[in-house]
């Protein structure tokens, strides 16, 4: 089946390669592949300064993939993301799972040139925003604006103006979710996820979508900040669990022998 057809219904935003796919997974997915990923061995968990991750797969070298082959797990997130997206000329052999506390994140930032440029990422636990940056060479001189508050205090504003039509814009990114993007999406914008416990979804190019799913997923309780009141403000996630979140990808090239780069 053509791309088009297979996640055209998912497409979310102005960019055309950017996918949103809510309730990828079933609830007893999600358990499965949690219990794996904390059934792992203490070592295989590589602790970073601001979260803790999984690689699985290989080592990625600039120069291509050290392979070590995928548990099966993996390989079955893995081929049906491949058969239901369309989008990798081969299932991926690389995933990434990151683990984020509360208040933990990750810097914007643009995936390596080892891979094939797109990105499926399986959201799990914690709902949080991603945002995405065009990245700093569309960036045109920032102008300066002035604005008056009604005290007719002058204040300086920057505005950042960007090349082409480009915008910064977030996802909200529910559990069971996949994202995937490729082509401008992969190369044009940095994305990444702020470090703080309070994350605002309010214009989130997928927010209709998202929230359609939110009761099913049972983590906007009553109580919880991030219940929607219809007050631009209060369109807030409140992080109270951990997120985790596993990053699939294609190295295209693998290299057999260690001895043969
Ligand atoms: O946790 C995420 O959703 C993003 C992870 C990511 O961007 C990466 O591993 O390169
Ligand atoms: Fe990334």
């Known amino acids: 089946m053509e791309e088009k057809e297979k996640l055209g219904h998912y497409k979310v935003g102005s960019l055309p390669t950017l996918f949103y796919v809510p309730d990828f997974i079933t609830d007893s997915d ?17 602790s970073l300064k601001n979260r803790r991750l999984q690689n699985w797969g290989g080592v990625v070298h600039q120069k291509g993939l050290l392979p070590q082959v995928l548990p099966t797990w993996l390989t079955n997130l893995t081929q ?34 080892a891979y094939f440029p797109v990105v499926a990422i399986l959201s799990l636990g914690s709902p949080v925003v991603m945002d995405f940056t065009p990245h700093a060479r569309l960036k045109l ?5 002035f604005e008056k508050d ?13 090349l082409d039509d480009h915008h910064p814009f977030s996802v909200l990114l529910m559990p069971r979710s996949l994202l995937i993007f490729k082509d401008k999406a992969y190369s044009d914008y940095l994305h990444g996820i702020k470090d703080c416990t309070l994350h605002c979804y309010d214009g989130a190019v997928n927010e209709t979508e998202a929230l359609k799913h939110k009761e099913s997923n049972g983590v906007f309780g009553s109580e919880d900040a991030s219940e929607t009141t219809g007050k631009e403000e209060h369109k807030n996630i409140s992080r109270t669990s951990n997120r985790i979140s596993l990053t699939c990808r294609l190295v295209p090239k693998v290299h057999k022998n260690l001895f043969r780069f």
């Open 30 to 46: 999600q358990n499965l592949i949690l219990n794996n990923i904390y059934g792992a061995p203490a070592s295989k968990w590589k």
């Open 141 to 145: 001189d920032s102008q300066d604006d």
């Open 150 to 162: 009604s005290d007719g205090r002058t204040f300086e504003i920057e505005k950042d103006k960007w």
């Open 80 to 113: 049906k993301i491949y058969e239901e997206s369309g989008l990798f000329s081969s299932a991926m052999n690389h995933v990434l799972i990151n683990e984020y506390l509360p208040n933990q994140g990750i810097m914007p930032h643009q995936d390596g040139p």
